[in-house]
T-cell receptor, first 119, second 112 residues
Framework: AQTVTQSQPEMSVQEAETVTLSCTYD???????LFWYKQPPSRQMILVIR??????QNATENRFSVNFQKAAKSFSLKISDSQLGDAAMYFC????????????????FGKGTHLIIQP | DSGVTQTPKHLITATGQRVTLRCSPR?????VYWYQQSLDQGLQFLIQ???????AKGNILERFSAQQFPDLHSELNLSSLELGDSALYFC???????????FGEGSRLTVL
């Protein structure tokens, strides 16, 4: 079974600064997807960024980028120019590419990192 | 707006009671997933349905059950409720593969 570990229960950053959230995972599969979801106080789960394991290029979405190290099974999220609206719980998640009847193909989540933005 | 609709948004009930949570997936999505989010357990996968059939079970208690109907909406039934069942219950949907899951806004269940 896959596991996802987020070792930072809480992180704090000054507004406009850069912060990196860590995530490691364990899998024996070669093809999979990795995601960062954001959960603001409203509790809605919002997709921030996704990465396909077969792609070597790191995904970027505006101020959000990832550092995907497949061999190290590491998937960190970098938030540049932090804004007050970035304050939220951030969850790293894994999804197998081998679904279709071979068991659950949903997401395995880490326990989350609470990101605080200091004004 | 993710396109996934969950009702009710909030629910308060007493121990021993039974409740039903409802989820309408995004148009075209055949897979529905149920997750439970509590303070001490994080996001736990409960059960998955694909096109009306159960595909996988996670940490779902025997007191809980779910189904997916022909119109693809899903219901999660929670019975003999206990205080520890108080949590946020999320429904998510997706195409079969690949890609992300799209989450509803959740149903907040409080058991008193």
């Amino acid at each position: 079974a896959q596991t996802v570990t987020q070792s930072q229960p809480e992180m704090s950053v000054q507004e406009a600064e850069t912060v990196t959230l860590s995530c490691t995972y364990d899998t024996s599969e070669s093809d999979y997807y990795l995601f960062w979801y954001k959960q603001p106080p409203s509790r809605q789960m919002i997709l921030v960024i996704r990465q396909e394991a077969y792609k070597q290029q790191n995904a970027t979405e505006n101020r959000f980028s990832v550092n995907f190290q497949k061999a190290a099974k590491s998937f960190s999220l970098k938030i540049s120019d932090s804004q007050l609206g970035d304050a939220a719980m951030y969850f790293c998640a894994y999804r197998s590419a081998y679904g279709g009847g071979r068991g659950a193909d949903g997401l395995t989540f880490g326990k989350g990192t609470h990101l605080i933005i200091q004004p | 707006d993710s396109g996934v609709t969950q009702t009710p948004k909030h629910l308060i009930t007493a121990t021993g009671q039974r409740v039903t949570l409802r989820c309408s997936p995004r148009s075209g999505d055949l897979s529905v997933y149920w997750y439970q989010q509590s303070l001490d357990q994080g996001l736990q996968f409960l059960i998955q349905y694909y096109n009306g059939e159960e595909r996988a079970k996670g940490n779902i208690l025997e007191r809980f059950s779910a189904q997916q109907f022909p119109d693809l909406h899903s219901e999660l039934n929670l019975s003999s409720l206990e205080l520890g069942d108080s949590a946020l219950y999320f429904c998510a949907s997706s195409v079969d593969l690949p890609g992300e899951l799209f989450f509803g806004e959740g149903s907040r269940l409080t058991v008193l």
